[in-house]
Nanobody, 119 residues
Framework: QVQLVESGGGLVQPGGSLRLSCAAS????????MGWYRQTPVTQRELVAE???????NYADRVKGRFTISRDNDKNTVYLQMNSLKPEDTAVYYC?????????????WGQGTQVTVSS
């Protein structure tokens, strides 16, 4: 199994910046892609950004140019640098890890961290 722990959420003013971190533990060797998703009380959980094991990234159109996803050399920690934050970015952000074992894929989720953008 893979355990994910997010941190770095909080309250920030519009135009401000915040960096989220997600630390993975457990069967780290099986982890392939990792990503960040967000969800609000009135929206479904949606993809924000993802990064593959080789460093290829993909972003939602709403955050392109403002957010940057990265992972460390050990590939057990993923970050989300959020700049030029807008009130619409307010949501609970979840870290996701995709694990592949013997040809089967499994998804693991963190507990979520609240990000609130407000003046």
């Amino acid at each position: 199994q893979v355990q994910l722990v997010e941190s770095g959420g909080g309250l920030v003013q519009p135009g401000g910046s915040l960096r989220l971190s997600c630390a993975a533990s457990g069967s780290i060797r099986s982890v392939r892609s990792m990503g960040w998703y967000r969800q609000t009380p009135v929206t479904q959980r949606e993809l924000v950004a993802e990064i593959t094991s080789v460093g290829t990234t993909n972003y939602a159109d709403r955050v392109k140019g403002r957010f940057t996803i990265s992972r460390d050399n050990d590939k057990n920690t993923v970050y989300l640098q959020m700049n030029s934050l807008k009130p619409e970015d307010t949501a609970v952000y979840y870290c996701k890890a995709e694990s592949k074992v013997m040809g089967f894929e499994y998804d693991y989720w963190g507990q979520g961290t609240q990000v609130t953008v407000s003046s």
